[in-house]
């Protein structure tokens, strides 16, 4: 509901609950690359990959980012 410090919070406990769920991590990655921080979120998708290599959304979020910013150099 656009509350994103309260999400994050949120988040933080659920990743000191149980810090090698991939999930949380892709999932504040996705809050912070649509709240406009394309840096954070890079940094949380990397996490999720690093507990979950194969973790097909974290992949393709990851590229998106990638892919955006080598758009704008172009």
């Known amino acids: ?3 994103i410090a309260r999400y ?4 933080e406990q659920v990743l000191a609950y ?3 769920d991939p999930e949380p991590y892709f999932n504040i ?3 912070a ?3 406009g921080n394309p840096n954070k ?3 949380f998708y990397k996490k999720a990959l ?3 290599p194969d973790f097909p ?4 979020n990851l590229g998106a980012l990638i892919l955006r910013d080598e758009m704008k150099i172009m």
């Open 1 to 3: 509901m656009g509350n």
């Open 8 to 11: 994050d919070e949120l988040m």
């Open 18 to 20: 149980d810090p090698t």
């Open 29 to 31: 990655g996705a809050v």
């Open 33 to 35: 690359a649509s709240s």
């Open 41 to 43: 979120a890079r940094e």
């Open 50 to 52: 690093e507990l979950k």
């Open 57 to 60: 959304s974290a992949l393709v």
